[in-house]
C-alpha cells in the first residue's frame, strides 16, 4: 500500500520567515496530494492540494511543489504568522482506492512572535 | 454552505461496550469517508462509503462497521470497545465534481475506559 512519509515533525519559525515541510509517497499510482491543516480541537481543513499532472500551485501566502519522479512534494509558507501555528499534514491519493487519504505523520509548527 | 457535522463530540465507553458515531456531509456530497486518529499513529483511512454502499474498507478489523443512509448520513459502529480504540474520529465528504476533494468534520472524541 501507499506510504506517506513527512519531515519535520516539529519546526520552529519566526513570525515572518518561511516554512517548508517535505513529504515522499511511494506508489507512482497516487495522482493527488492534499495539504491539511489541524488547528488544536477541530478537523482537519484543506489548505491547499495539488494534482499530479501539475508541478507547482500558490495560493497567496501558500504554495506547494510537486516532483512525479522523485516522488515528492512540499508545502511552503511565506510570511509566516502566528496564527499559522498548527499542525500541518500531508497526504497522498488516488483513484483505485476512491481517493481514500494516506496521510503523513504530521508536523507541529510554532510561529513565535 | 454549512460543513460536515459530527455527533456526539465527545464519547465514553467502557471496554466491551459498543460505540455508534454519526456524521451527516455537506450538503450535495454523496460519499462519506471515516478516519481514526489515535496518539502517535496519525489518520488512518478506515471506510468510505458512496451511494449506500460500503465501498473501502482500511486495515481494521470487522468490529469497525458502518452504514450510509438514503440521505447520505452515515453511523459509524464500533463493537467490543477496546482500549486502543480511543481516539478522535473523523467523517469526511466529498462531492460529485471533484471526487478527490474531501472536506472534514469537527470529529467524535472517543475515551474507553
Known amino acids: 500500500g501507499e506510504n506517506v512519509e513527512q519531515h519535520p515533525s516539529t519546526l520552529s519559525v519566526q513570525e515572518g520567515d518561511s516554512a517548508v515541510i517535505k513529504c515522499t509517497y511511494s506508489?507512482?499510482?497516487?495522482?493527488?496530494f492534499p495539504w491539511y491543516k489541524q488547528e488544536l480541537g477541530k478537523g482537519p481543513q484543506l489548505i491547499i492540494d495539488?494534482?499530479?499532472?501539475?508541478g507547482e500551485k500558490k495560493d497567496q501566502r501558500i504554495a506547494v511543489t510537486l516532483n512525479k519522479t522523485a516522488k515528492h512534494f512540499s508545502l511552503h509558507i511565506t510570511e509566516t504568522q502566528p496564527e499559522d501555528s498548527a499542525v500541518y499534514f500531508c497526504?497522498?491519493?488516488?483513484?483505485?482506492?476512491?481517493?481514500?487519504?494516506?496521510f503523513g505523520k504530521g508536523t507541529s509548527l510554532l510561529v513565535t512572535p | 454552505e454549512a460543513g460536515v457535522t459530527q455527533s456526539p463530540t465527545h464519547l465514553i465507553k467502557t471496554r466491551g461496550q459498543q460505540a455508534t458515531l454519526r456524521c451527516s456531509p455537506i450538503?450535495?456530497?454523496?460519499?462519506v469517508y471515516w478516519y481514526q486518529q489515535a496518539l502517535g499513529l496519525g489518520l488512518q483511512f478506515l471506510l468510505w462509503?458512496?451511494?449506500?454502499?460500503?465501498?473501502n474498507r482500511g486495515n481494521f478489523p470487522p468490529r469497525f462497521s458502518g452504514r450510509q443512509f438514503p440521505n447520505y448520513s452515515s453511523e459509524l459502529n464500533v463493537n467490543a470497545l477496546e482500549l486502543e480504540d480511543s481516539a478522535l474520529y473523523l467523517c469526511?465528504?466529498?462531492?460529485?465534481?471533484?471526487?478527490?476533494?474531501?472536506?472534514f468534520g469537527p470529529g467524535t472524541r472517543l475515551l474507553v475506559l
Open positions: 495539488i494534482r499530479s499532472n501539475v
Open positions: 462509503y458512496d451511494e449506500g454502499e460500503e465501498r
Open positions: 497526504a497522498a491519493s488516488q483513484p483505485n482506492s476512491g481517493y481514500a487519504l494516506n
Open positions: 506508489d507512482s499510482a497516487s495522482n493527488y
Open positions: 450538503s450535495g456530497h454523496t460519499s
Open positions: 469526511a465528504s466529498h462531492s460529485m465534481g471533484r471526487k478527490e476533494t474531501q472536506y
